[in-house]
């Protein structure tokens, strides 16, 4: 299996680098590339998480090379990106500015200048993190759209129209403060990770056609906390195992949730400081980016077997697996 990793070069990172069972490739030397999104065979697309944010295509088919120039995404600090269900449209998440760019896409994969852009508006009760909106993922389920926006602690649910524009359906209401960060879908679930309020969301999507994706608000989990402040990230769904795994930073532990009772089941070391981002590597088993100590690690849910280090990265924030 093949990997593309993100990585913050102002943390001494290498740009993105491809890697695999033989070590790490030649990078692309881009700026701080904390966020890589899947396009379609052989391409990507790196969201470059500066105040003068960019988007940059990547082809990997043989070696990385960039794919056309740079593209600014009219917003600062871009933090995630998705591609809609048409693979058309390039959405890319700016946290700064609270808002969300659309890029076209191009037959070739190239991306044009930023088509358009839909600013948010909304607030929360941290003074510090959510003064404004901070939309921090997006995420496609089918037609569907959803943006996740940590500082209005909601999730936004809208549509692409025709013309590449994102048209807000509803603003799907969260706990004040509970500050989503990442969500993660299973069949009509989905979960919402909480980075300020320690929590797991567990929200139902609505398989009324007629709705295009409407939430409901289930019920809320705590996590385990620790001395330190903890902050959780991204669901890892493992449907063979029922399960949900949680990275929580702060902790530096990965939380193992029981889809059928929602109840946590386990808590063991992630191998590194701040985790940043992961991904399912076989049931039972995730594969975690460390931001601080600068290594993606594979690290055994159950605990049985210590966290492994794969690769050294320094500032790594991304692993995507492309094949």
């Known amino acids: 299996m093949s990997y593309l990793l993100g990585n913050y070069t102002s943390e001494g990172g290498p740009g993105v680098v491809q890697a695999d069972e033989n070590g790490l490739g030649r990078p692309v030397g881009l700026a701080d590339p904390s966020w890589i999104v899947p ?6 697309y790196a969201v470059l998480e500066r105040d003068a944010g960019a988007v940059q295509a990547i082809d990997y088919r043989d070696g990385l090379r960039p794919l056309g120039a740079p593209r600014a995404t009219a917003g600062t600090g871009p933090c995630h990106g998705a591609l ?9 998440a700016n946290y700064g500015s609270a808002s969300v760019s659309v890029f076209g896409v191009e037959p070739s994969g ?31 389920h089918g037609s ?30 969260l706990p004040p403060g509970f500050g989503p960060r990442h969500a993660a879908i299973d069949g009509n679930t989905i979960y919402i990770a909480s980075e300020l309020s320690n929590q797991l969301a567990r929200c139902y999507i609505s398989e009324n056609t007629t709705d295009n994706g409407r939430l409901t608000t289930a019920e809320f989990l705590e996590l385990p906390r620790s001395s330190q402040r903890c902050y959780p990230l991204v669901p890892v769904i ?10 929580v930073r702060g902790s530096d532990t990965v939380v193992s949730v029981d889809m059928t009772s929602f109840a946590v089941t ?3 070391p992630c191998g590194g ?4 981002d992961a991904v399912l590597l076989r049931p039972g088993c995730v594969r975690v980016a460390c931001q601080f100590d600068g290594v993606v690690t594979d690290v055994d849910v159950s605990g049985a077997r210590e966290p492994r280090t794969i690769w050294r990265v320094p500032g790594a924030s991304r692993v995507l ?3």
């Open 84 to 92: 809609d269900s048409s693979g058309q449209w390039l959405m890319v």
């Open 39 to 44: 396009g379609r065979t052989g391409l990507a």
């Open 110 to 140: 190239e991306l044009g200048d930023v088509h358009s852009v839909l600013h948010l508006e909304g607030s929360g009760p941290d003074s510090e993190r959510q003064e404004t909106s901070h939309p921090h993922q997006i995420l496609v």
């Open 266 to 268: 386990g808590n063991v």
């Open 144 to 173: 569907a759209i959803y943006i996740v926006d940590l500082g209005g602690d909601a999730v936004l649910r809208g549509r692409m129209s025709a013309a590449g524009d994102i048209e807000v359906l509803e603003s799907h209401a």
């Open 238 to 247: 493992d449907s063979d195992r029922g399960a949900v795994y949680v990275p």
């Open 273 to 276: 400081r701040w985790p940043r």
């Open 321 to 323: 697996p492309v094949g």
